[in-house]
């Protein structure tokens, strides 16, 4: 079974920089599609961005050219560089697995964007 752990968190101004990792555990991040989701207070979770066993990217309009999403399949981690953050950004951001059978969830680390 594959456990996923985020890090990476934290308060960062509007206009800086913030980079999550996602360290999977059991298997490896190469034959899974891997992806970030965020919830902030009061509203759903929403796609983010997603990284697929191929190795193509795929990212929510809202984050498009700002954050990148990238593997290191040695390491079994996923990460997410989040750059011209804004404040409309804050919130608990997920990884989140595609292996067969239900999406495995992260726990969540919280991003807050100072304005």
């Known amino acids: 079974q594959v456990q996923l752990v985020e890090s990476g968190g934290g308060l960062v101004q509007a206009g800086g920089s913030l980079r999550l990792s996602c360290a999977a555990s059991g298997r490896t991040v190469s034959k899974y599609d891997m992806s970030w989701f965020r919830q902030a207070p009061g509203k759903e979770r929403e796609f983010v961005a997603t990284?697929?066993?191929?190795?193509?990217?795929y990212y929510a309009d809202s984050v498009k050219g700002r954050f990148t999403i990238s593997r290191d399949i040695a390491k079994k981690t996923v990460s997410l560089q989040m750059n011209s953050l804004k404040s409309e950004d804050t919130a608990v951001y997920y990884c989140?697995?595609?292996?067969?059978?239900?999406?495995?969830w992260g726990q969540g680390t919280q991003v807050t964007v100072s304005s």
């Open positions: 990284i697929r066993w191929s190795g193509a990217e």
């Open positions: 989140a697995a595609d292996l067969p059978g239900p999406r495995i």
